[in-house]
């Protein structure tokens, strides 16, 4: 048994990798780029021959227009994807696919993955690959027949950039100067945004916080007003209590309580009594008349209960 590749001996079965037409050895499986090994069985041995040849190894990325993430970019004469280099030369078709995986937090916004397809010129070979790790947004739009997914900005710029070059053929270097023209307008776009979005959110914050502030004043007033109500409500039930307490008490009650007497008591304890507060109360000492009319009715009152 042979690898279809190089020609060596596959003398362990186990150790073959199965092509859908052909095999090769783990030896040349492992030099294979990434994207054509995720896919191994979709190829021919002839196919992997061509890839191996084609696509090269390249490190570090050198281009003049890419992605963000620097996982694609594009060259003078190549596409640069994960690591390896693909020669323009070689590409006939080259475009991104969206892959919806959940609803979006938005309407018409679809959560889900990319993946690049390149299709090279010989032998019909498509290279798939997936074009980021994360997951991206994208917005989508129903048409009669189709979905149409309009993809991240960056992914956009370099999937109409690339396109551009391809058709271009001869005069690539002119869609090269389109597209950085291009590409320097959509930067200043891009700064532009952000910086509208950044400005944007600043005032949102500054008005959340005013509002907050505002809240936070109304609540204290509020607060303020409902302590004032509460101790003018506790004041009046407590007069009232004072009104009912005295207006429950009887003349005589009144009278012991004013000249600090209990029951039994005598003549002569009342009246050294009266003598003490009416000194006490006199007018000329600082009290009133009305107080020493008080008084002498409530000792009025007393020496009828007196022993
Ligand atoms: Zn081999």
Known sequence: MKCNVCNNKILDENKQIILKKGRICKQCFRELPKPIRDHIDEYTAGQVKYLKKTITKVDPINTWCRTSSHIMGLGDDYIYLKGYKIPISEVKAFRFVFHPVADGKKPNVSIG?????????KRGVLLSCEFSDKMVEA??????????YFLPA?????????????RSGQDFVEAKKAALKSKAKWDQKKAQTEKAKREEAEAAARRAKEKAE?????????????????????RERQQQEQRRRQSSKSPLDNAKDLFHVEMP???????TIRNELLKKHHPDAGGSLEKCQEINTAYDLLLKFAN
Request: charged fraction near 50%; hydrophobic fraction near 30%; avoid cysteine.
């Open 113 to 121: 993955r990319i993946t690049v397809e390149i299709t090279l010129k």
């Open 139 to 148: 917005v989508y739009r129903i048409t009669k027949n189709s979905i149409i």
């Open 154 to 166: 960056d992914a956009e710029f370099l999937e109409k950039t690339i396109t551009e070059a391809l």
């Open 214 to 234: 505002r809240d936070r004043k109304a609540q204290q007033t509020r607060e303020e007003k409902e302590r004032r109500e509460e101790e003018q409500r506790r």
């Open 265 to 271: 008591f005598t003549k002569e304890q009342i009246k």
